[in-house]
């Protein structure tokens, strides 16, 4: 069994940055095995995908509304995975979800690809 647990969410205002956390642990959970990605959702709206990266690390995928404003990283000695997210605007508004693939080689941006998933951190952009 995996867990991931997503942190960093909060309220900020138009402009600010953010970083969300993912933290990733298990009994047999090996770190470098797994695709792992962010999406979120919105109030009334499907799941988002936003980025994912792959399991060594060079290979990342974004979502058009977020390229060159996020930048998804992961750091193997903590098995973390971030997301950095820069000039924030109001439609950013959402629950963050970290999730993690077991079977994919490279990134997917597809929700029912991905085998586990955190409780999701809120992040609210005020105008």
């Known amino acids: 069994q995996v867990q991931l647990v997503e942190s960093g969410g909060g309220l900020v205002q138009a402009g600010d940055s953010l970083r969300l956390s993912c933290a990733a642990s298990g009994r047999t959970f090996t770190f470098s095995r797994y695709v792992m990605g962010w999406f979120r959702q919105a109030p009334g709206k499907e799941r988002e995908f936003l980025a994912a990266?792959?399991?060594?690390?060079?290979?990342?995928k974004y979502a058009e509304s977020v390229q060159g404003r996020f930048t998804i990283s992961r750091d193997y000695a903590g098995n973390m995975v971030y997301l950095q997210m820069n000039s924030l605007k109001p439609e950013d508004t959402a629950v963050y979800y970290c999730a993690a693939d077991q079977s994919a080689l490279f990134p997917s941006t597809t929700t029912g690809d991905y085998d586990y998933w955190g409780q999701g951190t809120q992040v609210t952009v005020s105008s």
């Open positions: 990266i792959s399991r060594s690390g060079n290979n990342i």
